[in-house]
């Protein structure tokens, strides 16, 4: 067993840390020879809660969790830390407009941005998850300038994953089977679920997507929408948002940043925009990409058509806007 690794969750006391805490300590994320240290962060009022969370992971009797922090102080909760699960975040409450939620949240991220620099270890691995999840990695980026921007991430994993799941059903395959979905953009409805570049294999045999769908006003009408919706369409079943799945998108996320991705298969991933097939510059915007020795570069050369170029401008240009609003934000 190796030397124990500090963790951070945030929004711990929160519903999709109830799950991601259980997958991290059973070592889906950081392989199962890895013991850690856990750091638990959430606000004052959810002291209570995060103490029976605290006592439901003693009660479950983990072998590779070392020992748990739980606390109220970035400080404590960021000191040394190699991997950071930012999920911590204020929802959206009635009547409240995406405008304020957007202030309210990258106030936060600035804040954790800010402890990062000061008390992390300076090669951590950062994933936001809590929204609106690219610019809220940007923000705390901007205010963490001591630590390379490729560290700063955000997710769209669970995007990737409910594609990939719409297209094993349609085909009718397993989702194994489901190779190079891509989610370009941001973490909102404007996302853009490509499957131009994406292969499915049936009956062992390799083909496109679009071959095997065989469907095109599916794939860019139907198709997209689902996906771009699915987050809405479960908050109306279960009246609760997205928690199961989220956290296993958030493993999934730090699982393959940590250990790399298999030659040729790649992973979206919200990540600094260097510019790469049009997209602006200097935005936390979603790519396809490979990932080797624990570094992530956008894959290249890939084919978009007309249709798909269009798409990642209208995503670009609200991750532009959502940027100078931010900006905007915590400059006051
Ligand atoms: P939740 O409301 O159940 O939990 C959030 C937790 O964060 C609460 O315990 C709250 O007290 C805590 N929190 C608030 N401010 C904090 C701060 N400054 N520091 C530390 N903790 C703080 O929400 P849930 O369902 O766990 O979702 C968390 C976030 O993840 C939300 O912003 C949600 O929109 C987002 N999300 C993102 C997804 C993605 O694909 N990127 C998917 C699903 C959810």
Known sequence: MSEPIKVVVTGAAGQIAYSLLYMIARGEVFGKDQSLILHLLDIPPMVGVLDGVCMELADSAL??????????????????????????????????????????????????????????????????VGNPANTNALIC???????????????????????????????????????????WGNHSSTQFPDVLNGNVKVNGVEKSIFDAVNNKAYLQNEFVETVQKRGAAVISARKMSSAMSAAKAACD?????????????????????????????????????????????????????DFANSKLVITGKELLEEKQEAMSVVQD
């Open 253 to 305: 996320h730090m699982h393959d940043w940590w250990n790399g991705t298999q030659p040729g298969n790649y992973v979206s991933m919200g990540v600094i925009s260097d510019g790469s097939y049009g997209a602006p510059k200097d935005i936390i915007f979603s790519f396809p990409v490979e990932i080797v020795n624990k570094k992530w570069k956008i894959v290249q050369g890939l084919k978009l058509d």
């Open 63 to 128: 072998p590779l969790l070392h020992k748990v922090f739980p606390t109220t102080d970035p400080a404590v909760a960021f000191n040394d830390v190699s991997a950071a699960f930012l999920v911590g975040a204020m929802p959206r409450r009635e009547g409240m407009e995406r405008k304020d939620l957007l202030s309210a949240n990258v106030k936060i991220f600035k804040a954790q941005g800010a402890a990062i620099n000061q008390y992390a270890k300076k090669d951590v691995k950062v994933l936001v």
């Open 141 to 183: 980026s901007h205010y963490a300038p001591t630590i390379p921007k490729e560290n700063f991430t955000a997710m769209t994993r669970l995007d990737q994953n409910r594609a990939k799941a719409q297209i094993a059903a349609k085909v009718g395959v397993q989702i194994t089977d489901v190779l190079n979905v891509i989610i």
